[in-house]
């Protein structure tokens, strides 16, 4: 229960965030810890990726899409930046992140941002059908819906799962590479 206000709270936020961050860590402790949902969709490579894959290995969900003016291609640097780190190698860290823009994340136009972006091979940036997405969204509670000139507006956060599948760390979108490899590296990593 404490877990679906906490991630309402960043629902409503939209972009940006909030909820209470502890001295321990950079992110919000996600207590009790959840099984993360599963799901698959399609990378920029053209391969299927899924929850369940990522077993064995540390991951961050998020929601972005290719289009997004301002805060997505942040959060995407700071994750990507994060795989880099001596933390997010020890970890195998990866990230999937989902798009909330099916009428324009093609499979050319993650590939392309993907590109741009100089993303780690461990970086997905998963696309589908909105049929394919919208489960998602729902399972992961976030809201995307169309906002002013063809922006997307979208719940902004990024969660860390253990290498069990476990949800353990809520961050907003203001979450560093420096601060997620620090995290990784208090949980033992």
Excluded at 32 to 47: K, Y
Excluded at 177 to 187: Q, V
Aim: net charge positive; charged share 15%; proline share 5%.
């Amino acid at each position: 229960m404490k877990r679906a206000a906490l991630l309402a709270v960043l629902v409503l936020a939209g972009c940006g965030g909030g909820g209470t961050k502890t001295s321990q860590f950079s992110g919000t402790v996600l207590t009790p810890s959840s099984q993360a949902p599963n799901f698959a969709l399609e990378d920029q490579s053209g391969h299927m990726v899924s929850v369940a894959q990522q077993r064995g290995h540390w991951f961050v969900v998020t929601f972005l899409y290719t289009r997004c003016p301002d805060v997505c291609p942040l959060i995407a640097a700071n994750l990507n930046g994060a795989i880099g780190t001596a933390a997010g190698k020890k970890a195998g860290l990866r990230v999937l992140a989902v798009s909330v823009d099916p009428a324009h994340d093609t499979l050319a136009a993650v590939r392309r941002y993907a590109v741009v972006h100089r993303l780690a091979p461990s970086f997905h940036f998963l696309i589908g059908s909105r049929a394919e997405l919208e489960p998602v969204w729902k399972a992961y509670h976030v809201a995307a819906r169309p906002g002013p000139k063809g922006t997307i507006t979208h719940s902004t956060y990024e969660m860390l799962i253990d290498p069990q599948g476990k949800e353990r760390l809520l961050y907003d979108a203001t979450i560093t590479s420096a601060e997620l490899s620090g995290d990784l590296a208090k949980l033992g990593v």
